[in-house]
């Protein structure tokens, strides 16, 4: 095995080891289309049902990632944060949701407990987190810092474009490709007073 396969394999159990039925093959380009208005409504719409199903359990429920953020071009996929009172104690709240049609994709124990639903008829990204998870300040952070910096946005929205248009063997390397820049924004977000709440 040549060092290119040996990299291609090593990357495949690592994203295998995150999946729960293994890690989707995508290999083709990225699709991102213009904002479009009705994905605030898609959000609340879901959200709605995320808390008919779980009620208490719903320690906070935001709109995220670039459908977010007006203006900004997307994947169309709703991007949701979930904050439950402990994501590892699955029992707690993974069986009411697959009974109301959501699929657990994602279990990562070892990045803040973090679990990814699917929706059951909605293109969403449900990333659920327990409450002092420091991933949740640094995407309400972004998301915010996107919202209110349109050089940003634009400079972000650049990144993403140029990137999207190569092909990629898993979206999760789309998404890692833009770890750069996302941690630039993020860093300036988090220096500056008035962090989301």
């Not at 699917?118 to 409450?131: A, Y």
Request: net charge negative; no cysteine.
């Amino acid at each position: 095995m040549d060092d290119d396969e040996t990299a291609a394999a090593d990357r495949k159990a690592q994203l295998d080891r995150a999946w729960i039925d293994g890690a989707p093959r995508h290999d083709r380009t990225i699709r991102l289309v213009a904002y479009d208005d009705a994905w605030p409504a898609s959000y609340e719409r879901e959200a709605a049902r995320i808390r008919s199903i779980l009620r208490e359990r719903v320690v906070q429920l935001e709109h995220v990632g670039s459908t977010s953020v007006p203006g900004l071009s997307a994947k169309p996929q709703i991007d949701i944060l979930l904050v439950v009172p402990d994501t590892a104690n699955e029992d707690a709240y993974v069986p009411d949701m697959v009974a109301a049609g959501y699929r657990l994709t994602i279990r990562e124990p070892d990045w803040y407990e973090h679990r990814l639903f699917k929706g059951p008829d909605t293109n969403i990204n449900l990333h659920t987190f327990s409450p002092g998870a420091a991933e949740i300040d640094r995407m309400l952070a972004f998301r915010d810092r996107l919202r209110t910096h349109p050089e940003e946005r634009a400079q972000y929205e650049a990144t993403k474009r140029e990137l999207a248009a190569r092909t990629w063997a898993y979206v999760q390397d789309y998404a890692d490709a833009k770890g750069q820049v996302v941690e630039e924004i993020i860093a300036r977000a988090l220096r500056e007073p008035g962090l989301p709440a």
